[in-house]
């Protein structure tokens, strides 16, 4: 067999290894050594096997992984989530949907100081699903809201995805990290424009709170200053070129752990609890870019990225409408694989093709973001969905899928106007060296 | 008590220790880092070999807390298509898949042994601190036993629940 014909098999047999259930990062690593080893010899395919490992668990520009990581669990553990919640509430619980507008607010927030989906989701979706039950809103518009919401924490810095991007792909991690901010904001508006148009359309969903005055307003405010001194900290010093990725993660969490403890929330259980938590979650995604380093050897050596970036770039087609069927097949792929693991599968794939058209690299990372923000709140693998579910096991599954509908429908529009307009993505970071 | 959950129990307990052991790592990081920024920035004395502790500090992290995250299903896997098959015939590909799990791990431990064999002889340390490679290659080996140890188990169980109809 020809390397592209291997090359292609190799894809195959990944893509089947993924429907049996295989972890994703063992299968690619599975077949990157069987690939590497057929088209090479197995000797060198073994020893590239531990060199691989070795090397990207001992790569320091990795340790910015588990440093937000650990900075977002802590942040949790210290209760700032629950306080960021209160505020919001205060602020924009008296109109209609005004819990459901509050929770999207408060998902901004912790977005800023928590790289993560899944835990945004789960965090909020605690707090906030028990008040919105409380309160008698309707099950769809909140369990859709908290599980859309939570797609903030991947887009609004820091991000773990947009950090393994800036990992895969070479980029300034602090450039991609303010790219996503304009675009994180747009879509925490257009999410709360969401809950006020579907409000306006049925006032039954999300009956207003009890009023709040201004002191009370005020009073709150004071719940949330700890979350942005500690963003302003980390994001702040990692754009004022004070600290590196790495240390900015490691002082973001340390600055959590320390609002904990001053806080009084951390009792020793929590911070065990917290870190076992971090560390579980860094363990996957690492072993996640481990194997896909492995796998892409075996890519590198199939020729395949580079053969399909010449054949694009022949083909009668304008570079946007290249594009977009990236996008779209990024869309499709987001229905069936983790968004992580799908970003790590196919960027090796797609990026020479992105460079060759000659698009940002920045701004293909934030859309690329934003396009798998849709695979976690679409079935059948919405992880988001999953998450909620579990806290909220009363509500079925399609109840919430239902809720979900109008927020994807926000997506796909900030999506399309960052294809119109890339200025939204790429604006900020030509303000910044690092 | 059965053999295999006798197995399982063990298993358990020892990734339980290996997982704490990968939690003082990742606090590790987060401490050395911070007492190193804290430390140049407010009394320009950072510390010595900052990053080389780190890094291998992140080794000492990921790998022992391996089999842990196995354990508990936190190493991401496509759920939706195995779960529409007959109890029967999941049985059956959790067998290949927990055989070519247990292969990679095995394959895994075997490199690394070979690799840290050839750091060791090489005498290769890190940049800075001067600190030996070879023991953090040899612990990512020792760290996947228990890995291996799980998928041992489940394809065994997975015989089992083949077997047992």
């Known amino acids: 067999m020809s390397p592209v014909v291997t090359g292609i098999a190799g894809i195959g047999l990944l893509l089947l290894f993924f429907l049996l259930r295989m972890p994703v990062a063992f299968a690619m690593a599975f077949v990157g050594v069987a690939g590497f080893a057929y088209l090479s010899d197995p000797g060198p395919a073994l020893s590239l096997l531990a060199q691989d490992i070795f090397e990207q668990f001992s790569s320091y520009p990795l340790t910015v992984i588990p440093m937000f990581i650990l900075m977002g669990t802590f942040a949790f553990a210290s209760g700032i989530s629950r306080r960021l919640f209160d505020t919001t509430y205060t602020w924009v619980g008296q109109l209609r949907g005004g819990l459901t507008m509050a929770t999207v607010l408060a998902c901004a927030g912790f977005a800023a100081i928590c790289g993560s989906t899944a835990a945004t989701a789960a965090t909020m979706g605690k707090i906030a699903l028990p008040e919105m039950k409380k309160h008698n809103y309707d099950n769809a518009l909140a369990t859709g809201t908290v599980a859309a919401a939570g797609t903030l924490g991947i887009i609004i810095p820091p991000s773990t995805i947009l950090i393994v991007y800036g990992i895969l792909t070479e980029e300034s991690i602090g450039k991609l990290f303010v790219a996503g901010v304009l675009p994180g904001l747009l879509l925490s508006l257009f999410y709360a424009a969401t809950v006020v148009l579907l409000c306006l359309r049925n006032p039954g969903l999300g009956p207003p709170g009890a009023p709040t005055n201004w002191r009370e307003k005020l009073r709150a405010t004071t719940g949330i200053i700890e979350a942005v001194l500690l963003f302003l900290l980390t994001i702040g010093g990692l754009f004022l070129g004070w600290f590196s990725p790495t240390q900015a993660g490691a002082i973001g969490a340390g600055g959590a752990l320390l609002i904990g403890l001053g806080r009084r929330q951390l009792s020793w259980q929590k911070f065990f609890e917290a870190g076992k938590d971090g560390l579980r979650t860094s363990c996957m995604v690492l072993f996640i870019i481990t194997g896909a380093v492995i796998f892409g050897h075996f890519m590198a050596i199939s020729t395949i990225p580079f053969v399909l970036a010449d054949w694009i770039g022949q083909l009668p087609m304008p570079p946007m409408g290249v594009m977009g069927v990236i996008i779209f097949i990024y869309f499709i792929g987001g229905f069936f694989m983790d968004s992580m693991a799908l970003i790590v599968v196919t960027i090796p794939i797609f990026f020479p093709v992105v460079m060759k058209l000659g698009f940002d690299p920045i701004w293909f990372g934030v859309i690329v973001v934003l396009v798998a923000e849709m695979g976690v709140i679409t079935p059948p693998v919405g992880v988001n969905v999953f998450v909620i579910k579990g806290i909220a096991p009363d509500i079925p599954l399609h109840i919430i899928f239902r809720g979900i509908f109008p927020f994807l429908g926000a997506l796909i529009i900030l999506t399309v106007l960052l294809m119109i307009f890339p200025g939204i993505a790429t604006f900020l970071p030509s303000l910044v060296s690092y | ?165």
Request: hydrophobic share 60%; charged share 15%.
């Open chain 2, 1 to 165: 008590m059965s053999a295999l959950e006798k197995l399982e129990r063990f298993n358990r307990r020892l990734s339980d220790w290996f997982e704490w052991i990968g939690l003082a790592g990742l606090l590790m990081m987060m401490i050395v880092t911070c007492i190193d920024v804290i430390g140049a920035k407010l009394f320009l004395v950072p510390v010595f070999g900052a990053i080389d502790i780190v890094m291998l500090s992140q080794v000492v992290a990921i790998s022992f807390a391996a089999a842990s995250a196995l354990i508990l299903g936190r190493h991401v896997s496509v759920e939706f298509f195995v779960v529409m098959l007959p109890r029967r015939v999941r049985a059956l590909i959790d067998i290949i898949i927990h055989l070519l799990g247990l292969a990679l791990f095995i394959l895994i431990i075997w490199r690394l042994c070979v690799y840290g064999y050839l750091l060791q002889t090489g005498g290769e340390e890190t940049a800075t601190a001067r600190i030996p490679l070879s023991p953090f290659a040899y612990s990512i080996a020792i760290a996947s036993i228990p890995v291996c140890l799980v998928f041992l188990l489940e394809f065994l169980n997975s015989i089992v629940r083949v077997v047992k109809r």
